[in-house]
T-cell receptor, first 116, second 112 residues
């Protein structure tokens, strides 16, 4: 089945530093990938839509200069949390859908970010 | 976006069938009904999706009302491993450009 790999699974960083999270579709190509964020005991919130070869589309209230998204190939998207602060601590999850009709969305296993 | 309504939580005994309801009275004609589940500290997992007809796969069955204003996810024999939050989501279509917007879902507790 389709697999989305996300790395790292956990990261702890100091306030003010930047963290990069990678999302790879291992056995399919994905023109579009999606980044979500989930706070404890809450549902997933869509942050942005990542498009291969073009700029990402951010949801309202998500700062594009803070959450940098790069989708350089059909199998890789990265999310960089810049100048992280403790309030950015969260569970970040990426997802991708194969570029064919009727394909479901597949999710990575998430990255637990803790900013100290 | 068309919204869905699910019970906050449900409980089931192991090895018994589970029927998870979802109401979507404002569904449009092109909306697909998707079901995902999320185990603790993991990303969501695809369960099943459908448009009008009932659907079956190795994980579950999806029963869609004739007027499409509600659907039911059926787990035929619940196991402890099925304890998760189940999300019923509408999407304009299974094309690559559409994200899924998650609601609060139903937290399923399975007891031995």
């Amino acid at each position: 089945g389709a697999v989305v790999s996300q790395h790292p699974s956990r990261v702890i960083c100091k306030s003010g530093t930047s963290v990069k999270i990678e999302c790879r579709s291992l056995d399919f190509q994905a023109t579009t990938m999606f980044w979500y964020r989930q706070f404890p005991k809450q549902s997933l919130m869509l942050m942005a839509t990542s498009n291969e070869g073009s700029k990402a589309t951010y949801e309202q209230g998500v700062e594009k200069d803070k959450f940098l998204i790069n989708h350089a190939s059909l199998t890789l998207s990265t999310l960089t949390v810049t100048s992280a602060h403790p309030e950015d601590s969260s569970f970040y999850i990426c997802s991708a859908r194969a570029d064919r009709l009727n394909s479901p969305l597949h999710f990575g296993n998430g990255t637990r970010l803790t900013v100290t | 976006d068309a919204k869905t309504t699910q019970p906050n939580s449900m409980e089931s005994n192991e090895e018994e069938p589970v029927h998870l309801p979802c109401n979507h009275s404002t569904i449009s004609g092109t909306d697909y009904i998707h079901w995902y589940r999320q185990l603790p500290s993991q990303g969501p997992e695809y369960v099943i999706h459908g448009l009008t007809s009932n659907v079956n796969n190795r994980m579950a069955s999806l029963a869609i009302a004739e007027d499409r204003k509600s659907s039911t996810l059926i787990l035929h024999r619940a196991t402890l491993r099925d304890a998760a939050v189940y999300y019923c989501i509408l999407s304009p279509g299974p094309n690559s450009g559409y994200a899924l917007n998650f609601g609060k879902g139903t937290s399923l507790l399975v007891t031995p």
